[in-house]
């Protein structure tokens, strides 16, 4: 069964721009163009753009037209961690194109710490009440220049009565988790990732310099003490368009990207792998 009109023009344009017939930063032919080119009605090549969008390949610009994005070197996130892991999850990132080489260390904002009521989905996997109140450290991170991720980590109040750099808006150099360890002998000894995608907000879209309609990962990192208590929730925000994760599960070699040609192809240009 053929796939549908829309799916088939965007499938197309995907590979003219592929191809360089249309650079990145260029712009496509217009919706009437494409109607004529296409012999397709203006909401079937609509639905084709949309496609396009979803994608990432093209950005819409209202009253300018619709033009190629420059290519991405996504970042490539290993959320596997050791049991005992001190951060919230995910920090070493690095580009696609250089995975198996030395991960990037982010650059993080001074944290904005508050003292608030957190929504509903956080305080039922802290298992608080949903009155309750939490410690939020919010940073913004980056690699490079390049906007990587939103992160937010929220821990039961009780926890700053013996534990004060939880409200000090300042990084905590050993990680919150270890600080925990160290001055509460609250040990983390496990977490579990929960891994969502939805719409970005509009906060994420500014931040990211995405579209509205742009989606992005949610994963919300649980850490359990050996109680089996929950002790914190990290909830990381990653744009779709620039993110790539990898879970590693058991003794792995590290991944490669390039694999290399038989002996009687030397010389030829080698071909990209997936990790």
Known sequence: MAPPMYQQIADDLRSKIKSGEFPPGTQIPTEGDLQDIYSASRNTIRDAIKRLVSLGIVRTRPGQGTFVVSAVDPFVTTLSAPAGSTFGGG????YLSQVGEQHREPRVTVPKVEVQVPQEEVALRLRIGLNAQVVSRHQERYVDDTAWSLQTSFYPMEFALKAPKLLMPVDIEEGAVRYLETTEGIKQVGYRDWIT???????EQGFFGIEHDATVFEIFRTGFDDTGRPMR?????????RNQFIVNVGNVPEPQYEIPMPENQAGEQEAPAQP
């Open 91 to 94: 920090e070493g990132a690095t």
């Open 197 to 203: 995608a939805r719409t970005a907000d509009e906060n």
């Open 233 to 241: 929730v990290t909830v990381t925000v990653f744009p779709t368009d």
